[in-house]
């Protein structure tokens, strides 16, 4: 049996569970079914065990992503195990039982790897007939004798449907080792995407040292959703044929959705587009839906969520150009009127941080895009809503100045200080940031 490299940490994990968490705790967490975000995740184990939790849960993660499970399979393993040992604690305290299930997962999650190669049809792209590898990436156009290599021939009766649509098109080809079919096209494509970022630079690069300007609809070319995987056995391949949608237009009837999106009783956005509010406040605000607009049109999760923090930048810090600029966001919006956990908002826009400064790719999830989203949509309704109610104040900064007041602050400290969820590391920071901003508006008085 192959070994989990991270499994003492997994194992110490188990152990402090088992040894610290109370009977009734232990019940609760065997309750919850779903894999809880990070703000939960710390109320539920408490905080020390909820680091130990996301640390082990990183360590598999790089491990075992996206080769032998995707991420979501590997959240909603190490949860079933967590849940299954908090339900059988008395049996587990027993280490040999403890032992084999560990075993048991390391076979469950860190399945065998296969070697695979897989092709990616490229669409608005064309190489001129030139092929050349970029590191492990190989860069074609698909002829008969590539063809014939990926079972693309015309007495293939699978490949009939896929053939047109493969045909003297670009291809990019990278050989993996992976579990399966579908972890063998997640594993590629994070090699497969890098290496056409680099193809791109290079296009730029090479179209530069040819001519003085450019137009940089010559580089949209991505990838369209046809992949084929091919696991190479010995004088027995197995060729798989994939059409994904992917990220492209989905047309559906919109204008009752638009209608309901611009009622005044259900958003703000009129209220900006017809000037009920003060230039230099409207400005700030359309601002920031560039951002979310722009962010809703990305195809990564990781650029939405930058998108949107930035967005978020726009909205409550404009006054505000250095320091912890996540937990100052955090405390506004609270300030401003919004009912989100701070420590879920900071906790959020760390990401960002994670994206911009870390070397990890794809960090972000569907609900962290979701979630900041919503943030998004609650912080601007709150500033117009604001800005209506005051309509002597003409700028942003004056604007988040109204709320931010010593009684406003002081009950947010009191929030901090009595709340039995919003607790823990952050909740402190945030708390501290409170009273150092309190104390100037007192010496101020």
């Not at 905080?47 to 979501?72: N, W």
């Not at 839906?289 to 930058?306: A, G, H, P, Y």
């Amino acid at each position: 049996m192959e070994r989990l490299a991270c499994r003492n940490r997994i194992r110490n994990l188990l152990a402090r569970l088992l040894e610290d968490v109370k009977p009734e705790r232990l019940a609760t967490i065997a309750g919850q079914e779903d894999f809880p975000r990070p703000v939960i995740l710390s109320n539920l184990l408490g905080e020390q065990l909820a680091e130990m939790y996301l640390r082990a849960l990183g360590e598999m993660s790089r491990e075992l992503v996206p080769q032998h499970m995707g991420q979501s399979e590997l959240n909603d393993a190490l949860w079933a195990l967590l849940r299954e040992v908090a339900a059988n604690s008395a049996s587990y305290r027993l280490s040999r039982r403890l032992r084999n299930r560990l075993d048991k997962f390391t076979q469950d999650v860190k399945r065998p790897l296969y070697t695979f190669e897989v092709a990616y049809s490229i669409g608005s792209l064309d190489l001129g007939g030139e092929a050349f590898s970029i590191g492990a990436v190989r860069f074609f156009t698909m002829d008969d004798n590539q063809a014939t290599l990926w079972g693309l021939t015309e007495d293939n009766p699978a490949a009939s449907h896929a053939r047109p649509h493969w045909m003297y098109h670009p291809v990019a080809a990278v050989e993996v080792q992976a579990a399966d079919d579908h972890r063998a096209l997640e594993t590629g494509l994070a090699k497969v995407t890098s290496s056409m970022d680099l193809l791109r630079f290079a296009s730029v690069i090479g179209v530069i040292s040819a001519f003085s300007s450019f137009d940089d609809r010559l580089f949209l070319w991505r990838l369209n959703g046809r992949s084929i995987t091919r696991q190479i056995r010995p004088n027995q391949p197995s060729i798989t044929y994939h059409l994904e949608h992917g990220f492209r237009p989905f047309i559906t009837e919109m204008g009752s959705h638009i209608k309901k999106g611009l009622d005044p009783q259900v958003s703000s956005l009129q209220a900006i587009a017809n000037g009920e509010i003060p230039d230099e406040i409207s400005r700030h605000l359309q601002r920031a839906i560039n951002w979310i607009s722009s962010s809703i049109t990305r195809e990564r999760l990781d650029d939405k969520v930058v998108d949107l923090c930035t967005a978020l930048e726009v909205l409550l810090l404009p006054d505000y150009t250095s320091g912890r600029k996540g937990h100052v966001i955090a405390l506004r919006h609270r300030l401003i009127g919004g009912d989100w956990n701070p420590i879920g908002i900071l906790a959020l826009y760390d990401l960002r941080s994670k994206i911009v400064h870390g070397s990890v790719l794809d960090v972000s999830q569907y609900l962290d895009y979701r979630h900041l989203l919503l943030i998004c949509f609650i912080t601007i309704d709150n500033l117009v809503n604001l800005a209506k109610r005051n309509p002597a104040v003409h700028n942003l900064k004056e604007l988040v100045g109204v709320v931010e007041t010593p009684e406003n602050l002081k009950r947010v400290i009191n929030l901090l200080d009595t709340s039995m969820i919003i607790k823990g590391k952050k909740a402190r920071e945030i708390k501290s940031l409170a009273k150092k901003r309190l104390k100037e508006l007192e010496q101020v008085a």
